[in-house]
């Protein structure tokens, strides 16, 4: 066989009308969650970047700044979120010049589920809580890449959201103080982190207001889980003195 009769081109590419599976798969997870609140919207989010068993940035930023008052949490494959939260960006900017003012979260919300819709069949793997604040109040949307639009008061996205939802349904009210709103996103993240593999790192807290988004906190998910352990065996111990008290005083009036 004449080798210089068949002119071949490197790399090869593969027959038409197939498609070529990926090598292996590669599962991620995260934990971001947002609740709305009479005074603004609360985010949190941890900042553990995996691909498969790899954590390939243990300190990653998962919530991105649109505008000064609108912020999104990531969750899914980070360069898709990265790449259709820029174009939503530009978007936004443009039609902030063009009209004079910002559009609404839900309007960004059904912009951005718009966009997706038409690449619903390209593979891509985004999940976001648009947060911001608008003529209407604080406001929350969640997008997925398929164009689902949502809004509510809360939500929780990723692979420890379950775990995050166990605490936000026991604790959450819309008149929550600041404080206390502050505390319960961080336990929420922290707990989920703390039982999800894929979740972890740190703990970003940021908050919407009316003057705009500010950055609360960053803190170690180790130390806010270990400060919640402390503080449950402080509540035990009072539990058991008051029991204690309790009966010492039935039996003095026997």
Known sequence: MNLRSRPTCW???????????????????????????????VVAADTRSSCGSLVCDPASRKVITLHRHLIATTSGTSADCATWLRILRCSLRLRHLQEGQQPSTAGAAKLLAFLLRGCHNKDLCV???????????????????????????????GSGSPYAYAVLDGAYRYDLPLAEAFALARQAVAHAAHRDAYSGGNV???????????????????????????????????????????KEQTKLNQ
């Open 127 to 157: 999940a976001t809580l648009l947060c911001g604040w608008d003529r209407m109040g604080p406001s929350l949307h969640y997008v997925y890449s398929d164009g689902t639009c949502l809004s509510g008061d809360v939500f929780s996205v």
């Open 11 to 41: 790399p090869l590419l593969p027959p038409r009308r197939t498609t070529v599976p990926p090598p292996f798969l590669l599962p991620h997870g995260t934990t971001t969650l947002a609740f709305r609140c009479s005074h603004g919207v």
């Open 204 to 246: 970003d807290l940021y908050y919407v207001q009316q003057s705009g988004w500010i950055c609360v906190s960053r803190e170690d998910v180790g130390r806010i889980y270990q400060v919640l352990g402390e503080m449950e065996e402080e509540e035990e111990e009072e539990d058991c003195e008051g029991k204690k008290s309790g």
